[in-house]
C-alpha cells in the first residue's frame, strides 16, 4: 500500500487502532491540511499518536464531543480536513445533531474514526456498546459508512477516505481483530465487496468483526458438511454494493448478513433493502443483536451469545440449507 | 452538625474497609478506574454512611434518598459500597465484569439493586439528578438528591444546562458534589481543557459553591450541611480530591485512571491503604493521600 510505513509484521503486532493512528501520522505527512481532533480520549483511540506528531494540527477538547464535531465543521469549512475520533457511541449518539446537520447537511470533509464500536468494550456495558451506529450513519444524506474487517483493512479505509468527498463515518473496534488479510494489497475499494471465499449454496455477507468469524465458518461448513458457501466482506455499508448483492441473491438464493450490531438497521437492512429488489425469491436471515441491550462480558463471548461468532453463524447456514423451501416455490430459475 | 469523634473514626474505618475492597474487586474483575474510585471514596462513604437516608433491605423505600454517580466509570468503587451496605450479595462481586455478571464497568440500574440511573456517558447526572430533585418537590416529599460529578466530566455542556435550570427553578433539595482531583484520561484536567476559575463559574451559573478537602470528614460534613440548610440557591460542593488517593504509587497520577494490580501491586496498594488510614486516624495532617 502506498505511503505505509509499516509492515505486515509490524501490522500483526499493533491494534487496529493502533494501525489507525500509524495511518494519520503518514497521511498527515502528506496532507498538511489535515487535522485532528478528540474528546479526552487521544488515548484511548490512538489519534493521540497524531497529536505528538503534529501537536499544532492536534486538538483535545476535554470531555465535549458536541463541540468538537462543530468546531471540525467549521474547520472543515475553512479547507483543513479533520479526522475526529471518540468512541462510536458518542460519535454517532452524543454528538450526532451537530454530524448530521453541521456536518453531514453542509456536506463537509470530516472523517470521523470512531472506535470501541458493537460490543467491543464489552466489560463496559451499554453506556458504551455500540449496535445502533450503522443504522443511525447510513441514513444521514451524504455520509459514506465503512465498517473495516481488520487492521489493514482499516489503514485502507482511513487512506481512501481522506480521497472521498464529504463525511466518512468508520467504525472500528477496541483491541485487536482477527487478521483477515495477510497481504496488504488485495484491492480495496469504498463500496465493492470483497469476496473472500466463493460458494454457490449460499451467501453470507459480513463486516467488520464478523468477517474473520462468517470466513471461518465457511471453511469450516465446507470440510465437514461439503457446503460451498460465499462470503462477501461488505466493508462499505453506504453506498453499499448492490451488484455482489444481486449476484449473491441470484446466485446463490440463500443469504444470510451477519454484524456486530443490532438486526434492526444495519448491514442486515441494507442488504435487505437491494435484495427486496431482485425480485428473485430468497431465503434470508439477519444474524446480529436482536433488538436488546445486551449483557456484559469480553467481545469474544458476547459474539458467541448471541450467535454471530464461527459457530453460530454456521448453525445459521446449516438451518437454512436444511429448510426445504424450494418444493413450494418456484425456483427454476435457479442458477 | 459537626461529627463527633466516634462518627470520624468510624467513617474512616469504613472507608478503609471500601478502599481494600475495591482493590478486590479491581483484581477480581482483571481491571477497573481505580483513580476515580479511590478519590471518591470517602465522599460515597459519609453519604451512604452518616448523611442519606437509605434502607439497604427496602431498596425501593420511596422516601429515600437519591444517589446519582454521574461519573458512572468508577462502578468498580461503587458496586462495593452497596455490595457492603447489603442491596446485594458481596459474593457477586468476584463476578465483576465477567460474561453474563449484572455487573460491569458502568452499573447499570435495572440490574443492581441500589443503583438509580445507568450513568457511563459522562454528563447525563446532573439532569437526571435535577428531574428526581424537582419531582420530589412537587410530589410535597423532603428527600433529597446527590449529584457526584467528575471535574473532567465538567466539560460537558449539558452538566451547564443542568446547572442553569438547577438555579433557575431553586433546586435547593439537589445537592452537586464534584470530585474535584484535577485529572481526566489524557492528563491533567487545567492542561486538557482547563477548568478555573471553577468555582466562579458555578457561581455565575447561580450555585452557591462550597469548598471542601475530599478526604477530611470533618470538611465534608461542614459542607454537605451547608447545602443541606440551602434555601435560595442550590449548592454545589467543589470537594478537592487526590486522583487515587491512599495509594501511594498512583495517587495524582493521572496514568492510572484505570488499570490493573498483579499480586504484587495488589500487596503494595493494600500496604499503602493501611499506612494512609493509620495516619489519617493519628490526625496527622497532609497525610501519605
Ligand atoms: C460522554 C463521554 N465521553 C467520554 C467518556 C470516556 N471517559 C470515561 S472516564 C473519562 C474521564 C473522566 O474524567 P473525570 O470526570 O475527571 O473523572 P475522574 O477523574 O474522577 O475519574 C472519559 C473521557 C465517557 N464515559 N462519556
Redesign the pocket.
Known amino acids: 500500500m502506498s505511503g505505509m510505513t509499516f509492515t505486515m509484521l509490524d501490522a500483526a503486532k499493533m491494534s487496529t487502532a493502533e494501525i489507525y493512528g500509524q495511518t494519520l501520522c503518514d497521511l498527515g505527512d502528506e496532507h498538511p491540511e489535515i487535522v485532528g481532533l478528540s ?3 487521544a488515548k ?1 483511540t490512538k489519534i493521540g499518536v497524531f497529536g505528538d506528531k503534529f501537536p499544532g494540527r492536534f486538538f483535545n477538547v476535554g ?1 465535549a ?1 458536541q463541540n468538537m464535531f462543530g468546531m471540525a465543521a467549521g474547520m472543515a469549512k475553512t479547507g483543513l480536513v479533520p479526522y475526529v475520533s ?2 462510536a457511541i ?1 460519535t454517532s449518539m ?1 454528538a450526532l445533531d451537530q454530524v448530521h446537520t453541521d456536518i453531514c447537511y453542509q456536506n463537509l470533509d470530516v472523517k470521523m474514526i470512531a472506535t470501541h464500536a458493537g460490543l467491543s468494550f464489552g466489560q463496559a456495558g451499554t ?2 456498546h455500540c449496535t445502533e451506529d450503522i443504522a443511525i450513519m447510513r441514513s444521514m444524506a451524504n455520509m459514506t459508512v465503512i465498517v473495516p474487517a481488520d487492521g489493514i483493512e482499516t489503514a485502507h479505509a482511513v487512506r481512501a477516505a481522506y480521497d472521498r468527498k464529504g463525511p466518512v463515518y468508520i467504525r472500528i473496534n477496541r483491541g485487536f481483530d482477527q487478521v483477515v488479510y495477510d497481504k496488504p494489497d488485495y484491492g480495496f475499494q469504498i463500496g465493492k465487496a470483497v469476496t473472500l471465499h466463493e460458494g454457490s449454496d449460499l451467501t453470507i455477507i459480513a463486516c467488520g468483526a464478523t468477517v474473520w468469524r462468517a470466513l471461518e465458518a465457511a471453511k469450516m461448513l465446507e470440510k465437514v458438511d461439503g457446503l460451498k458457501v460465499r462470503v462477501l466482506n461488505m466493508h462499505t455499508i453506504k453506498p453499499i454494493d448492490v451488484e455482489a448483492v444481486e449476484r449473491a441473491v441470484k446466485e446463490t438464493r440463500r443469504v444470510i448478513t451477519v454484524e456486530d450490531h443490532s438486526t434492526i438497521g444495519g448491514l442486515g437492512s441494507a442488504v435487505a433493502e437491494v435484495a427486496a429488489s431482485t425480485g428473485k425469491a430468497f431465503s434470508f436471515k439477519r444474524l446480529g443483536v436482536p433488538d436488546c441491550f445486551s449483557i456484559i462480558g469480553l467481545h469474544e463471548d458476547l459474539l458467541a451469545h448471541y450467535g454471530i461468532d464461527e459457530n453460530g453463524i454456521a448453525a445459521s447456514v446449516r438451518e437454512m440449507m436444511g429448510k426445504d423451501f424450494e418444493a413450494d416455490d418456484n425456483w427454476e430459475d435457479e442458477v | 452538625m459537626a461529627l463527633t469523634t466516634e462518627d470520624k473514626r468510624r467513617l474512616e474505618d469504613k472507608a478503609h474497609e471500601l478502599r481494600t475492597l475495591c482493590v478486590d474487586t479491581i483484581v477480581w474483575a482483571g481491571s477497573g ?1 481505580v ?3 479511590m ?2 471514596m470517602d465522599i460515597m462513604t459519609i453519604l451512604y454512611h452518616k448523611y442519606m437516608r437509605i434502607d439497604p433491605k427496602n431498596p425501593a423505600m420511596p422516601d429515600r434518598d437519591r444517589f446519582i454517580l454521574s ?4 462502578g468498580v468503587g461503587y458496586a462495593p459500597v452497596l455490595a457492603d451496605l447489603g442491596y446485594f450479595d458481596k459474593e457477586l462481586l468476584k463476578e465483576y465484569n465477567h460474561t453474563g455478571s449484572p455487573l460491569g464497568m ?1 452499573l447499570d440500574s435495572r440490574k443492581v439493586t441500589g443503583v438509580e440511573a445507568s450513568t ?5 447526572g446532573l439532569a437526571i439528578g435535577l428531574g428526581m430533585a424537582l419531582g420530589a418537590r412537587l410530589q410535597g416529599r423532603d428527600w433529597k438528591t446527590y449529584v457526584l ?8 455542556g449539558e452538566v451547564w444546562e443542568s446547572a442553569m435550570a438547577a438555579a433557575h427553578f431553586k433546586a435547593t433539595n439537589l445537592v452537586t458534589i464534584v ?1 474535584r ?1 484535577k ?4 492528563g491533567p ?1 487545567e492542561e486538557v481543557m482547563a477548568l478555573e476559575p471553577f468555582a466562579d463559574k458555578w457561581r455565575a451559573f447561580g450555585f452557591e459553591v462550597v469548598e471542601a478537602d475530599g478526604h477530611d470528614f470533618d470538611s465534608l460534613a461542614a459542607a454537605l450541611d451547608t447545602a443541606a440548610a440551602a434555601r435560595e440557591k442550590p449548592v454545589v460542593i467543589i470537594a478537592n ?1 487526590i ?1 487515587g488517593c491512599g495509594i501511594d504509587f498512583i495517587s495524582g497520577d ?1 496514568k492510572w ?2 488499570g490493573g494490580f498483579d499480586g504484587e501491586k495488589t500487596a503494595k496498594a493494600k500496604e499503602s491503604l493501611a499506612r494512609f488510614h493509620a495516619a489519617r486516624a493519628s490526625g496527622e495532617k497532609g497525610t501519605a493521600k
Open positions: 474528546a479526552d480520549l484511548s470531555i464531543e471518540t468512541f458518542f452524543r453506556t458504551h | 478506574h483513580g476515580g474510585s478519590s471518591a461519573k458512572g466509570h468508577v458502568h457511563g456517558s459522562l454528563g447525563h460529578l467528575g471535574d473532567g466530566e465538567c466539560d460537558e470530585d482531583n485529572c481526566m484520561i489524557d484536567t480530591t486522583k493521572y485512571h484505570y
